[in-house]
């Protein structure tokens, strides 16, 4: 499997070819969808409301700060559809949660890394051991952070490992009290002022440990609402083709970023250097054997297996599923290719 630097490719029409109504859900109130804070081209969807447009419903849009917040919202009934890591991905699916991924908004890339603060005597990994490091609870980044670690042959006991959200670890940072941290932007932009990078999230991946962030839904929700799911990600690839195809109408300066700020925060440079740093999947790859569509050797059932594999052993989960092919699936991909046909 590659991990390498990939771009979506257009559904063209799907967006216009396809459409759902508020009667066409399962009981005709509004959607929830939970998202984070990363540059995604998609969230400025959110910002203009494109997604509700499209699928005609009322769709209240709400921001976490993690994953795993995220599929507590879920687990508790709050959100049908949330933008989530593999690693929160892999642990709530494990404790019984019944979602599925039907997008895959990026791969491990440069768009998270580990830090080290200025100042904080880190020059090399092996300098981590006895450091005061963090990353957001049960996270894609917490769950590297401690793959570094582990790698480096650094028990978890010999160093400081603060679970927090972003915004604390931000605030940590610049109080001096956290040393080195794995995050996301728009953190990840800021403590790049003060640090320098150790490792990205795509060399901890070529290092073995590879992750995904996706677009979940409910499984109820996913059988009950095709067309709104086959929509909603077509509007996603709609506006990253639009990144893709005109890099330029999403710079600094741009509109789209001023939006992306206001929406996810820090500034329109912070959300248009973000929007670089992604590492993104073709249509056609995502619905490949090699990631949604190979079911039990689909590439994302397998990263969330060995994910849970890892935290089982680090005793963050209590058991590994013998499979976690049912979590993802590339039916609502290929119904909005078919559309735009």
Do not use: C
């Not at 491990?108 to 963090?134: M, V």
Request: net charge neutral; aromatic share 8%.
């Amino acid at each position: 499997m590659s991990f390498s630097r990939r771009y979506l490719l257009g559904l063209g029409a799907a967006l216009a070819a396809i459409t759902v109504s508020a009667a066409g859900l399962a009981d005709s109130k509004k959607v929830v969808v939970a998202y984070q804070t990363d540059a995604l081209p998609s969230s400025i969807a959110i910002a203009n409301g494109e997604f509700a447009k499209a699928t005609g419903t009322e769709i209240d849009f709400r921001r976490f700060n993690s994953g795993a917040e995220i599929f507590a919202a879920i687990a508790s009934g709050d959100v049908q559809i949330g933008y989530v890591g593999s690693s929160p991905f892999a642990a709530a699916t494990s404790r019984g949660l019944d979602v599925k991924a039907f997008y895959l908004a990026s791969i491990s890339g440069t768009d998270e890394a580990l830090i080290a603060r200025n100042g904080s005597k880190i020059e090399k990994l092996a300098d981590l051991k006895g450091k005061r490091l963090a990353a957001a609870p049960v996270s894609t980044d917490h769950y590297q952070l401690l793959s570094v670690l582990k790698q480096e042959g650094i028990p978890e006991k010999d160093a400081q490992v603060f679970a927090i959200p972003q915004p604390e670890i931000v605030a940590g940072w610049n109080r001096g009290d956290i040393d080195a941290a794995f995050v996301w932007d728009p953190a990840l932009t800021e403590l790049k002022k003060t640090g320098k990078v150790l490792l990205t999230s795509k060399q901890v991946a070529d290092r073995g440990a590879p992750t995904f962030s996706a677009w979940v839904a409910t499984a109820a929700f996913a059988k009950e609402n095709p067309k709104f799911l086959s929509t909603f990600a077509a509007v996603i690839d709609k506006e990253s083709n639009s990144f893709i195809k005109d890099k330029a109408a999403w710079g600094a300066d741009s509109d789209n970023a001023k939006a992306l700020a206001k929406l996810l925060g820090g500034t329109p440079a912070d959300q248009a250097n973000g929007l670089t740093n992604l590492s993104l999947l073709s249509v056609s790859q995502q619905a490949s054997p090699s990631w949604l569509g190979g079911g039990e050797k689909s590439g994302a059932a397998q990263i969330l297996k060995a994910t849970a594999e890892f935290l089982k052993d680090q005793k963050k989960i209590t058991a590994v599923l013998p499979s976690y092919a049912a979590f993802v699936t590339p039916d609502y991909l290929q119904a909005a290719a078919a559309a735009s046909n």
